[in-house]
């Protein structure tokens, strides 16, 4: 892999991590494009991942202080609350990463036809937020929390954007806006970090193996990261105004190319 094919696919992860859009999708038809192995997007895709999560640390750090100052005080307060609501919609995903994703992966596969259908699907979903009239609550409860994590765990699909369908999720479920973009970015901070974890202990993680050059990740990893904090503060802003149907027309076109592209 070449710096510039790195920065590249970089700037893909960055923009597509945090909108609606499918970051592993838009990597898998940079991969197709590029002419870059499977064996390489692994390493590749757990360099750039970790810089989405960095880059979500440092736009929402306030916030996570916040909430680890208060939690670590042991008591039930708002913020612990928080807290386990995230952890709750972690386990979906969890029990789909530790006893499914071999099954997930051999079963779909990554190709284009299979991320056409799942941009499409994206597509739907976004549009559901505006066309569906939905009374917004004040915050989100420990149902909602589970529900929105079983939207994460089947967003494991290539194509099937994790922040789109979460941030979707949450909205027709009735979350306050301002809650749900936030609520999205933060949990599935652990997650990633726990695939990089054990992509890194299970040797699916060796540049070494991989031939990619550390000057080409250094640059993956920087141009995620950046693009990643502006992304990051947009969506958040985006959500506000609950304005999606902008990214359901974009994946309505980018799932029909894809498709094309897949079917030829």
Same mark, same amino acid.
């Given at each position: 892999m070449e710096w510039f094919e790195a920065l590249i696919l970089g700037i893909i992860q960055g923009l597509t991590e945090f909108?609606?859009?499918?970051?592993?999708?838009?990597?898998?038809?940079?991969?197709?494009?590029?002419?870059?192995?499977?064996?390489e997007n692994v390493v590749f895709e757990v360099v750039v991942h970790a810089a989405t999560v960095l880059s979500t640390i440092t736009i929402l750090w306030r916030e996570i202080a916040k909430l680890l100052a208060q939690t670590l005080k042991f008591q039930w307060n708002e913020e612990t609350q928080y807290v386990c609501k995230i952890l709750l919609s972690m386990i979906p995903v969890m029990i789909v990463g530790f006893c499914f994703k071999d099954k997930v992966e051999s079963l779909f596969g990554e190709g284009l036809i299979l991320?056409?259908?799942?941009?499409?699907?994206?597509?739907?979903l976004l549009s559901f937020t505006k066309l569906v009239r939905f009374k917004e609550r004040k915050n989100i409860g420990f149902g909602t929390a589970f529900i929105v994590g079983v939207a994460q765990a089947v967003a494991v699909?290539?194509?099937?954007?994790?922040?789109?369908?979460?941030?979707?999720?949450?909205?027709?479920?009735?979350?306050?806006?301002?809650?749900?973009?936030?609520?999205?970015f933060l949990m599935v901070l652990v997650p990633i970090l726990g695939e990089a974890f054990l992509s890194l202990i299970g040797g699916d993680f060796s540049v070494a193996a991989s031939g990619i050059?550390?000057?080409? !990740?250094?640059?993956?990893?920087?141009?995620?990261? =950046?693009? $990643? *904090?502006? &992304?990051?503060? %947009?969506?958040?802003?985006?959500?506000?105004?609950?304005? !999606?149907?902008?990214?359901?027309?974009?994946?309505? =076109?980018? $799932? *029909?190319? &894809?498709?094309? %592209?897949?079917?030829?």
């Amino acid at each position: 892999m070449e710096w510039f094919e790195a920065l590249i696919l970089g700037i893909i992860q960055g923009l597509t991590e945090f909108l609606p859009v499918s970051s592993s999708g838009h990597l898998i038809i940079g991969k197709e494009l590029l002419g870059i192995g499977a064996t390489e997007n692994v390493v590749f895709e757990v360099v750039v991942h970790a810089a989405t999560v960095l880059s979500t640390i440092t736009i929402l750090w306030r916030e996570i202080a916040k909430l680890l100052a208060q939690t670590l005080k042991f008591q039930w307060n708002e913020e612990t609350q928080y807290v386990c609501k995230i952890l709750l919609s972690m386990i979906p995903v969890m029990i789909v990463g530790f006893c499914f994703k071999d099954k997930v992966e051999s079963l779909f596969g990554e190709g284009l036809i299979l991320v056409g259908i799942m941009l499409l699907l994206t597509a739907i979903l976004l549009s559901f937020t505006k066309l569906v009239r939905f009374k917004e609550r004040k915050n989100i409860g420990f149902g909602t929390a589970f529900i929105v994590g079983v939207a994460q765990a089947v967003a494991v699909l290539p194509g099937l954007s994790r922040s789109g369908t979460t941030i979707a999720t949450g909205l027709l479920l009735g979350v306050k806006k301002e809650q749900m973009a936030q609520f999205s970015f933060l949990m599935v901070l652990v997650p990633i970090l726990g695939e990089a974890f054990l992509s890194l202990i299970g040797g699916d993680f060796s540049v070494a193996a991989s031939g990619i050059p550390i000057s080409s !990740l250094f640059c993956g990893f920087i141009s995620a990261y =950046v693009i $990643g *904090l502006f &992304a990051c503060r %947009f969506m958040i802003e985006m959500v506000k105004r609950a304005n !999606l149907l902008w990214f359901a027309l974009y994946c309505t =076109v980018a $799932g *029909l190319t &894809a498709l094309i %592209f897949g079917l030829c």
